[in-house]
Structure formats: structure tokens, C-alpha cells
């Protein structure tokens, strides 16, 4: 027994498993997917690839992508009772419903009770697959509209924001969350991420893993702070002149708040996903003719760094880029389940594949033992 804590604060620096999908260097500002370095894949490759990338380590053929694309088509329909349920839920915590809709998926699954490898691989692509239409479709109720059947002819990104708007996106605008969803489909030992492979390792299913994931993304350190970026933004206001951009966040570090969308636990450069983020909130801004959110986060950034010498995260960015896509604040948390679904099914199955109970330990520092036990009646 020990008075003083010695653990790792956050557990920062513990290697705590080894895995194949997913490298990341955060002093050189590297991130890859099997060994592909994240500014290829963001150039060249769709979210699909990079979803067969992760299940199966290795870029797929053109027939296999064909074949994936095939299952997640298939796929998209949600369950009836899903729909159903999804109308019963409060329509103003959208993050709360995806949690207990994701469990709620696991009910209507045809490999449902079968754990064997090749059920938990197609419920990794169903997964996939229904997340997007579940939280498209939360989007699109809570806007007032009617559930749209997904487009077969659609990619998985251009789909989400049809079946999100109840129109097919222009090309940019599809190319640029197609970039989005790859940019956060993984990140190597997340909070998330590690919650859904600890829940793997008691051989729970699938689904309940996942539901793990989605319970830990939640929070405001994690995914939840691209929706606080956004609050943010409102709250400096379209039309703030420069001194109240600047004003904001001085007076939000003076208080020692944490301003959303900057610093990382590995990254001591730039995050990379927030190099692409930066230029698709720029390029889609000049495409709406309105630029003004990215010159706000621009001149906030340029704060932080002459303040604080923090950079921005993958948050930072991607609020004003979905909020030029026309996407709701409460949809953005919600988004990053649509893409790192992949991400978590992937380190799922590779626990699976090899797997060991994860149960670390507490270091004790509450009262000596052996403390005196005095009954009940003397107390
Ligand atoms: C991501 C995050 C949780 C990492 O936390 P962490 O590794 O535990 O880092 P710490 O909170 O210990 O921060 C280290 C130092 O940087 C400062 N810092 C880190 N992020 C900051 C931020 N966003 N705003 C202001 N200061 C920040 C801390 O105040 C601390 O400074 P100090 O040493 O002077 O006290 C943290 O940076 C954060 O809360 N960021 C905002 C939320 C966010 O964007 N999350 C998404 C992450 S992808």
C-alpha cells in the first residue's frame, strides 16, 4: 500500500495493447491506417476503402470494394421498430439516442447470439452501414422532415447527407464528408476506442461493445467538442468584429477553460486530420459565399497559438465545416459515431481474433489498512 499516486495521471504514455490498424506519431504529426499515411487516403481513397482497410488491413481489389459496397446497400434499411423507435425518443439529445439505438439494433440483427468471427465481420458492416441512415434519419425528424430510404446508387457519405437534406449533395460537398468520415474513422487507442476493446475482451458481442464506444465518444473531451466548438462560434456571433473574437478567448483562458478543439493528448504538432478539415471549411465556405466562420476559427487559432502554443484538433475544423454543409450542432457528435464505428468494429474483431481479459490495476491510496471495524450501534 502506497499514500502517494504514482499511476500514470489519464494512463498518458501506457502502452496498453498492440494493434495493426492504426499508427500514430505524435511528434512528427503522423497518423496512418495500416501503414497508409492519412494524407494519401484523404486525397485519393472514399470511406469504404477505408473501412475495408481496417476490418481486413489490406486496400481492397475493385471487386471487393464492389462486394462491400453491395452489403452496406443492402445494409442501410433500418429495422421498422428501429424507425418506430426512434419517434418515441426526446428529439433533443441526438447523441443519447444513437447510444440506445445502436443497443437497440442489436435486437434486430440476423446474426443476433452468434459471436462466431465471420457473424461479428457482417455485423461490423451492418453496423456500419445502419449508423449512418440511424443518425441521418435523427437529423432529418428532428428538422421536422419525413425518414428518407436510402439512395442505392450513393456512396456512403453522399447517402448520409441525402437521406440528412432529402437532396443529393453537390460534389464538393459530397467529396468533402466522404474526406471527413476517413479522417475519423480511427485513431488508435482513443478513449472510445479503448472503452469498445475493453468491452471486447470479456467476449461481450459486438454491439455491446460498440455501445461502449458510443457512451465514451460522448463526452465533451472526446467527440463532444466539435459541438462545443460550434457553441462557441455562436456565441462569438457571425458578425463579432476582431476584438471580440480575440476578447473571447482571452477571457476563456483567463478563466482556465478549456477552449474547445485545441491540444491532444498525443499530438505535440499539428493534428493532421485538422490540415484537411482546415482547407474543406475554406472551400466550402467560398462555395456558400460565406467565409466569415473560417476567418472566426482562423483568428481564434492564430490566438491559442501566440497565447497558449496549442494547436487545433480534428474538432476544431470540422464545426464550421459541417455547419457549412448544412448539418445541426446536435448532429455533430452524432457524425463522428457515423465514421469511427468503423474504427471501433475494427479493433473490436482484432481483439477477438486475440484476445486476453483487460483488468489492470488500482494503485491504493485511501485510509491504512487495517482500519478498526466499529459495529453499527457504536457508530
Ligand atoms: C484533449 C485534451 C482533453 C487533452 O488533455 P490532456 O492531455 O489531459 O492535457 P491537459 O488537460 O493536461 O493540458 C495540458 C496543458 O495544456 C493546456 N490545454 C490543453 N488543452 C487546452 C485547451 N483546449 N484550451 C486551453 N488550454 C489547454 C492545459 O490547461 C494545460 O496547461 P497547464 O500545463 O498550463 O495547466 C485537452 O487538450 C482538452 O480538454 N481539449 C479541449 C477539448 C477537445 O478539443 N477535445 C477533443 C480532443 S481530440
Known amino acids: 500500500m502506497t499514500t502517494g499516486a504514482t499511476a500514470a495521471a489519464g494512463l498518458e504514455g501506457v502502452v496498453a495493447t498492440s494493434s495493426k490498424i492504426c499508427y500514430l506519431d505524435g511528434e512528427r504529426g503522423v497518423l496512418a491506417y495500416?501503414?497508409?499515411?492519412?494524407?494519401?487516403?484523404?486525397?485519393?481513397?472514399?470511406?469504404?476503402?477505408?473501412?475495408?482497410?481496417?476490418?481486413?488491413?489490406?486496400?481492397?481489389t475493385r471487386a471487393e470494394l464492389g462486394d462491400l459496397q453491395s452489403e452496406?446497400?443492402?445494409?442501410?434499411?433500418?429495422?421498422?421498430?428501429i424507425v418506430r423507435m426512434m419517434r418515441s425518443l426526446p428529439p433533443e439529445h441526438t447523441m443519447d439516442a444513437v447510444r440506445t439505438l445502436v443497443s437497440a439494433l442489436a435486437h434486430h440483427d440476423p446474426d443476433v447470439g452468434d459471436d462466431a468471427?465471420?457473424?461479428?465481420?457482417?455485423?461490423?458492416?451492418?453496423?456500419?452501414?445502419?449508423?449512418?441512415?440511424?443518425?441521418?434519419?435523427?437529423?432529418?425528424?428532428?428538422?421536422?422532415?419525413?425518414?428518407?430510404?436510402?439512395?442505392p446508387v450513393l456512396g456512403h457519405a453522399a447517402n448520409f447527407l441525402y437521406m440528412l437534406r432529402g437532396e443529393r449533395p453537390s460534389a464538393l460537398a459530397g467529396r468533402a464528408f466522404d474526406v471527413a468520415l476517413m479522417l475519423h474513422a480511427d485513431h488508435e487507442l482513443n478513449a472510445s476506442t479503448f472503452a469498445a476493446r475493453v468491452a471486447a475482451a470479456t467476449l461481450t458481442d459486438i454491439h455491446s461493445a460498440i455501445v461502449a464506444g458510443v457512451a465514451t465518444l460522448?463526452?465533451?473531451?472526446?467527440?463532444g467538442a466539435n459541438a462545443e466548438v460550434m457553441k462557441m462560434l455562436e456565441t462569438i456571433g457571425e458578425d463579432a468584429d476582431d476584438d471580440r473574437v480575440v476578447a473571447t478567448v482571452r477571457g476563456m483562458l483567463a478563466r482556465k477553460q478549456k477552449v474547445p478543439g485545441f491540444g491532444h493528448r498525443v499530438y505535440r504538432t499539428e493534428d493532421p486530420r485538422a490540415t484537411h478539415l482546415r482547407q474543406?471549411?475554406?472551400?466550402?465556405?467560398?462555395?456558400?459565399?460565406?467565409?466569415?466562420?473560417?476567418?472566426?476559427?482562423?483568428?481564434i487559432e492564430a490566438v491559442m497559438k501566440a497565447e497558449k502554443q496549442i494547436d487545433v484538433n480534428v474538432d476544431f475544423y470540422s464545426?464550421?465545416?459541417?455547419?457549412?454543409?448544412?448539418?445541426?450542432?446536435?448532429?455533430?457528435?452524432?457524425?463522428?459515431?457515423?465514421?469511427?464505428?468503423?474504427?471501433?468494429?475494427?479493433?473490436?474483431?482484432?481483439?477477438?481474433?486475440?484476445?486476453?481479459?483487460?483488468?489492470?490495476?488500482?494503485?491504493y491510496?485511501?485510509?491504512?489498512?487495517?482500519?478498526?471495524?466499529?459495529p453499527i450501534a457504536s457508530r
Open 280 to 299: 474543406m471549411s475554406r472551400d466550402l465556405g467560398r462555395q456558400a459565399n460565406n467565409t466569415r466562420w473560417f476567418e472566426i476559427s482562423q483568428r
Open 34 to 60: 495500416c501503414g497508409y499515411d492519412i494524407h494519401d487516403l484523404a486525397r485519393s481513397a472514399t470511406f469504404e476503402e477505408v473501412c475495408y482497410l481496417l476490418w481486413h488491413r489490406r486496400l481492397p
Open 218 to 223: 460522448k463526452g465533451p473531451l472526446h467527440g
Open 319 to 363: 464545426a464550421s465545416t459541417y455547419h457549412t454543409l448544412g448539418i445541426a450542432v446536435d448532429l455533430f457528435t452524432p457524425i463522428f459515431v457515423v465514421s469511427r464505428v468503423a474504427g471501433w468494429t475494427a479493433h473490436v474483431l482484432e481483439q477477438y481474433a486475440n484476445n486476453r481479459l483487460i483488468r489492470p490495476r488500482a494503485e
Open 117 to 151: 468471427p465471420p457473424a461479428s465481420m457482417r455485423k461490423a458492416v451492418r453496423l456500419t452501414a445502419q449508423v449512418g441512415t440511424l443518425v441521418a434519419t435523427l437529423g432529418r425528424l428532428a428538422a421536422g422532415g419525413a425518414p428518407m430510404l436510402p439512395d
Open 365 to 374: 491510496i485511501g485510509p491504512e489498512y487495517p482500519q478498526t471495524f466499529v
Open 72 to 81: 452496406l446497400a443492402r445494409a442501410r434499411l433500418l429495422p421498422e421498430p
